[in-house]
């Protein structure tokens, strides 16, 4: 027994004399000098290494270096490309034996890296690497090398590290800071805290946020699970709705690099006052990436995010006029759709949008070889329902598109008021349409738009024209009658307003124009043109019964009128042709003296 333990004092002093030999009489600070000549000379840069390096081999390796610099090229605006204030790596050294890698501690702090371009293209990476042959390949084959058993760090801490990307000709600075980043005690398989705070500094925006989450790494340490992600995130800057956004987050991310899949599981989030939940699925181990997308929205009021009303709005789009006229004329490149495939499921309890407010959106689509296909899209509008499915195809250089819309029990007063700020028409609307087209720039789709509909609106009221009263008027002026009827209404009250719609070439044309009202008969065609915006109307008035009803007292029936409608889809004009009102007038007086002559006659003659 003596003779084994005094074996084993000797193989220890074996070991522990050398290390301790090395420890206390090598002194890696005598290298200094020249390995920053060697990086002078190598790359002409300056290393600097202002406090002593420090390290020990027992019980575990370590090392600490600090105050370390490296310049960056003669004459940059910034002289050092890297800076680390310090670094202390230590690993337990038996366990290496038999490749067990356990790490006591990594800590880094204040490292920066500052990387700049200047005016004339030279880099901070400039005459790092040198030419030459390049290193041969390490051949690998299978089983050449033993692996890890096993891996475990007694904790990770990175403070004030980050990097400066500076941009001297499009003179911009973007700064990257990560505050802080801390991780517990970590072996695979079992779950470590981890916290972490950083922020963004850039021309537009400042970005702050901080996370805390716990992260378990399997064995083979190709797969990760952070469970309890939380995130804040504070972004404020000029271009930002309100000037200031900010997000909170809560939910879990799941990796596996084997499998090649990644998933985000939102448990809740809210981005300003907009609230959801949802999930996030993509397999990017096939040919074409998959992705999986499901949200479901709370209610989002757009004007409230912006903070912008209906005249910041107006005026924010005329400063803007030439600036959009100009890039509308470019179609977007939609070919990069063929990069994924998608599916998405979204729902969104409430939008309001510029003034228009509707409910219980609905969204199913899927994007898969470049052609997004929404088969079904459906939302609460007005009383109504909107419900739609459409198709763009984004495989070729101008996109082409096609949909299939219904809007049934629309109230459409409250619309165009909200929407278009326009009190043109009143009653209950049905409409459907379908359609397709190519192009998406603004101008190109309405010139390339073919497409079909029926409209019907019920119980409703044509504003901004009376046209009994405008019959009337026209009546007591050929009469030589020039007095007013005073404050009457401009409405047109309706029973029914029904047409069918055909689009091409940027012409809508309605070719049965029908509105039956107890008082009225209007009927005819017309169209508008989509590019000018502007409204072509022939139709036939018919008095069908007494105008009492709408302001007046007179009894005009059977005269036929024709209307003319015209001018800009915001203002439209009504015009009577008062010639034919005349006409109209004048046979109505002929027939009457007729059938007094033909009862004259008839009474002359004996007849009773």
């Not at 019980?59 to 910034?78: D, K, Y």
């Amino acid at each position: 027994m003596k003779l084994i333990k005094w074996i084993l004092v000797a193989i220890v002093l074996l070991v522990a004399l050398p290390v301790i030999y090395i420890t206390l009489i090598f002194d890696p600070n005598d290298f200094k000098p020249m390995l920053v000549d060697e990086v002078k000379k190598q790359t002409g840069r300056e290393l600097e290494i202002s406090e002593p390096l420090s390290w020990q081999l027992f019980p575990s390796i370590g090392i600490r270096l600090a105050g370390v610099s490296l310049s960056n090229p003669q004459g940059f605006s910034e002289s050092q490309m890297m800076a680390v204030n310090e670094v202390v790596a230590e690993v337990k050294l038996l366990p290496l034996l038999s490749r067990d890698v356990q790490i006591d501690q990594l800590k880094i702090d204040g490292a920066k890296l500052t990387l700049i371009t200047t005016k004339d293209g030279r880099t901070s990476f400039d005459g790092l690497s040198k030419g030459g042959d390049k290193a041969p390949k390490a051949e690998t084959t299978e089983g050449s090398g033993p692996g890890l058993s096993a891996i475990a760090i007694g904790g990770i801490s990175i403070t004030d590290t980050g990097i400066t990307l500076i941009d001297e000709a499009a003179g911009s600075r973007q700064e990257f800071t990560l505050e802080s980043l801390t991780l517990g005690e970590f072996t695979p398989g079992k779950a470590t805290p981890l916290e972490i705070s950083f922020r963004a500094d850039t021309p537009d925006v400042k970005l702050g946020g901080e996370g805390s989450a716990t992260l378990t790494v399997n064995y083979a340490l190709n797969a990760l699970d952070l469970a309890g992600f939380k995130l804040a995130l504070d972004a404020k800057g000029a271009s930002l709705p309100k000037g200031e956004v900010k997000v909170l987050f809560n939910g879990g991310v799941k990796a596996d690099l084997a499998a090649q899949t990644a998933s985000l599981a939102v448990d809740s989030l809210k981005v300003m006052d907009v609230e959801g939940k949802g999930s996030i699925d993509a397999n990017y181990g096939r040919k074409v990436p998959q992705v999986k997308v499901k949200l479901a929205l709370g209610a989002i009021d757009v004007d409230a995010l912006l903070g912008t009303d209906k005249a910041d709005k107006a005026a924010d789009a005329k400063a803007k006029g030439n600036e959009s006229a100009q890039s509308a004329q470019t179609e977007p490149d939609l070919t990069g759709m063929k990069a994924v495939d998608a599916t998405l499921d979204l729902s969104i309890a409430s939008v309001k949008v510029s003034g228009l407010s509707t409910q219980d959106w609905k969204l199913k689509a899927n994007l898969n070889g470049g052609v997004l296909k929404v088969d079904e899209l459906s939302a609460g509008l007005y009383g109504g329902k909107l419900s739609a499915s459409a198709s763009l195809d984004g495989r070729k250089k101008v996109a082409s598109y096609s949909f299939n819309k219904v809007i049934s029990g629309v109230q459409i007063q409250p619309l165009l008021k909200d929407a278009a700020e326009v009190d043109l028409l009143a009653g209950t609307a049905n409409f459907n349409i379908q359609g397709k087209g190519v192009g998406l720039v603004p101008e190109r789709a309405k010139q390339n738009l073919v497409a079909n509909g029926k409209f019907e609106v019920a119980d409703g009221a044509l504003y901004g024209v009376n046209v009994p009263q405008m019959i009337r008027g026209a009546q007591a002026k050929l009469k030589g009658d020039l007095s007013t009827e005073g404050n009457v209404e401009q409405k047109t009250d309706f029973s029914s307003l029904t047409g069918s719609i055909a689009i091409a070439n940027g012409k809508a044309n309605n070719p049965d124009l029908l509105m039956l009202s107890p008082l009225l008969r209007i009927s005819g065609n017309g169209g508008a043109d989509l590019l000018a915006e502007t409204l072509d109307y022939k139709l036939s008035t018919k008095v069908v019964g007494s105008l009492e009803g709408q302001g007046g007292n007179t009894a005009l029936s059977g005269v036929d009128i024709p209307l003319a409608i015209s001018g800009s889809f915001t203002e439209p004009k009504f015009a009577l042709d008062t010639e034919a009102l005349m006409k109209g007038q004048l046979k109505q007086e002929t027939d009457k003296l007729k059938d007094k002559l033909k009862d004259s006659l008839f009474n002359k003659l004996g007849g009773k």
